[in-house]
Structure formats: C-alpha cells, structure tokens
C-alpha cells in the first residue's frame, strides 16, 4: 500500500464570528488578537487580556495614534510651522541680522522669535482672547467674531461634505450661495411682516435658492451621466452673470433710484436677532448653523436615506444590487447639499451685509467650504470645528496685518498647507513617526508551530 500524503493544503481559519473568510490583513488579525479565543483562551487568559489596565489604556492611545484625529491636528500644526518659517524668512529685520549671523547668531534667533511669535500672538489676540483688554466683554470679543466668520462657513461645508459622502463632488458652492443669497435678499427687502414669520421665510428661501441649483447639478447627474465637477464649475459661472444681471435691472434685485449694481437693504424684521446683545456680535445665525449640524448628523448615521447616502458613495454597483434607486438618491443629494449652502446665502444677507449686497455676497465661503469639508472628514461635527478654525484664522488674518504688517495672503496659504497635510496622511505620520492604523509587530513563527499548522 502507498502511505497516504498528509494533505498540506492551509484552510481557511474559522473567523470570529465563526464564518470561513479568506486570509486574514493585519486590520482584521489585530481584531481577532483582541477577541477571546474559545478553544485556545483559558478563562486566565482572557481575564488578563481584558483586565489589565495598562493594556486598556494602551489600546487607547493606540486607537488615537492611529485615528484621523490626531493626523488632522498634526496637518494643522505642520502648517503653522511652515508659515512660521515664510514669515521668519519674509521679516525685514530677520534678513538685516542674516547678514552678521556667524559674528551674533542671537540676533538673528531673536528677530526670529519676534517676528514669529509677535504674529502669532496677535492672530490668537485678534482671533480667541485679547489678554490686553479692560473688560472682559472687549477680551472676549475676538472670539465671538470668529464665531460670526465660522457660521456661514459650518452652513456650505456641510453642504459640501454631505456629497462627499455620497461620492458626489460639489464644487458649486458659489453659485448655490448667489442663488440662495439672491432668494432670501428678494424675501428680505420685498415683503414687511413680523420678525417671527420675516425671519423663517427669508432662510427658506434661501434653502429653495441653493436647493434648486444644486438640484440642477444631481438632474443632470443622474438623467445625462453629465460630470458633476464640470456642471457645478459651470453653474458658478452662470450663478453669477445671472446675478448680476438681476443686480442691474430696475425691478428686480436693484435698488429703487441707484443705478449701481446693489439691492436693496434687507428690512429690519428679517435680520437676524443677537443672542447676547451688540458688543458680543453672535446672532441667531450660529444656532441656525448648530441645528443644521444635528439634522445632518442624524440624517447621515440615523436614518436610513443616510444609510443609502453612504453606500452609493462607497459602492454604486453594491446599491443597485441591493434595489437602491442610485439616479433618484443623486438627485436628493444634490437638493440637499445645494439647500444646506444656500442657507450660508441667507445668513449673508440676513446677518453679514445687511445694507445690500452685489455679486460679490459669496465673500469665497464656496470655496473655502470645499477646503472646510475636508478638514472636517466629511463629517458633521468635524466641520463644525474646522469653520470655527477658520473664522479664527480669518479673523486673526485681519489682526495680524494691523499689528505686524504682515500680510493677510498668509492666512491662504496656512489654509492651503493644511488642506496640502491632510491630503497627504503618510506624509504627516512618517514626518512624526506615528505607525499606520492596522500596523503591528510581526513575531517570529517557530518551526514547531508552523508544522503544527501543516498538520
């Protein structure tokens, strides 16, 4: 008789929720190193495994060295370094002790250090906190106009994100904002009534203004296959000659009597209230801005039209198969990103330029929105905190221009350096030296093992 070969062939491991998968990666080997192995875990294995506290809060600090968290903060960071180092090579007096730096090399850190920490220092006081103020109400001032900057911003990156997570990309922040801001200005000026009723109506209309041109972009989208990218560009464009135009025709959006391109002043029912009276500058705008964050964070991991938002985002093909309607879900993703931008319209006209506004009502918060959403993750309250970033880097801009001459273009570029970071993660860990998520310390297999594995 021929002795039968012990068959070698490696079958699949059993995985933890007990089905045969294929050949585990390391994301998947490190969860299943973390769960309790029925038939090789003693009952003392495991509680020592669970138990340990230092292992606990290891696992902790690992998960935050590996979330995207920690990457976005460090992205903003290498930004303000880098800034550091324009503005320290841009310094008049820091290239004046170049000169002499082998002779006095502290002159030159010294200027270094002036310059460097004289602009960030007024950007944080024009910005946050001014620590040199009389009152409170005046130190805090800065900060609540970061908070006015940040609003329309927290309004269109959401917009923006919401289609970034269904795989959609919204460039049409600009027109959605003319639109909405021409829909609400029109309400605002047109029509007198209480302020409980003016106030609503006119944001309304400016979610009907941004929601009709976005829904535009997700017509032609899903009808033609026509690319959202070119369409949004292009309907920046057309939003804005239209504009324009009404700007300039007597009866529509120009003011009675003036031949400038400008309407009229919003009326005074329609603007929106401040919260904390004059001094502070916060109005009814930022608790606008807070409950579109909670509906859209509910709509996107609550309900179930979110649920369908994210799998034609991560897969159209796996949405058809599952009997998802994938032109009809682009189509409301449009309408609900161009209406979530057009509320940053209203606010413009109901809150920011209440004397009348132009062409120019979008100030760039389309666009800015775009580098918002990013920054954010694409997610609800990470966009929340990257507008206020901006409305305090824009806000400090201003600020550090009138205290140290230098010049407001350096506040882009730091918003540019942090959108350049957190497009690159790999750049950012091998620069700190952060381990990639799913890395892990690979252990020399013994050869008694692996036979026992042949086996």
Known sequence: MTAQEPDNTQQPTPAANGTADAPLTDDRLQEVESTPHLMTDSAEDTERRNGAGGDRWQAALQGILNGSVLVTVLAVVLALVACGILIAVTDENV??????????????????????????????QGSVFNFGAESFQQAIGPLTRSVDYSV????????????????????GGQGQILMGAAAAGWVGFSFDGPAAIHIPLTILAGIVGGAVWGGIVGV?????????????????????????????TPGLLQAPGSSNPISPATKESAL????????????????????????????VNKSSLGFRFRTIGENPRAARVAGMSVP???IWVMLISGALVGIAGAYQVQGAVTSGFTSGIDAGIGFDAITVALLGRSKPWGVFWAAILFGVLKNGGYAMQAANGIPIDIVGVIQALIVLFIAAPPLVRAIFRIPQPGARKRTKTSKTSKKAVAA
């Open 95 to 124: 290239r004046a002790t170049a000169g002499y730096f082998f002779a006095r090399p502290t002159d030159m850190l010294q200027a270094i250090g002036t310059a460097v920490g004289g602009a960030y220092a007024s950007l944080f």
């Open 152 to 171: 329309p911003l927290i309004a269109a990156g959401l917009g923006i994100a919401l289609s970034f997570r269904a795989g959609l990309f919204n460039i």
């Open 220 to 248: 032609l989208k899903a009808r033609t296959g026509a690319n959202e990218v070119v369409v949004t560009i292009m309907l920046n464009y057309v939003a804005l000659y239209l504009v324009s135009y009404l700007l300039r």
């Open 272 to 299: 929106l209230p401040q919260l904390f009276g004059v001094r502070y500058g916060v109005d009814l705008g930022f608790v606008v801005a807070i409950i579109a964050v909670v509906v859209v964070w509910w709509l």
């Open 328 to 330: 009809s879900l682009t």
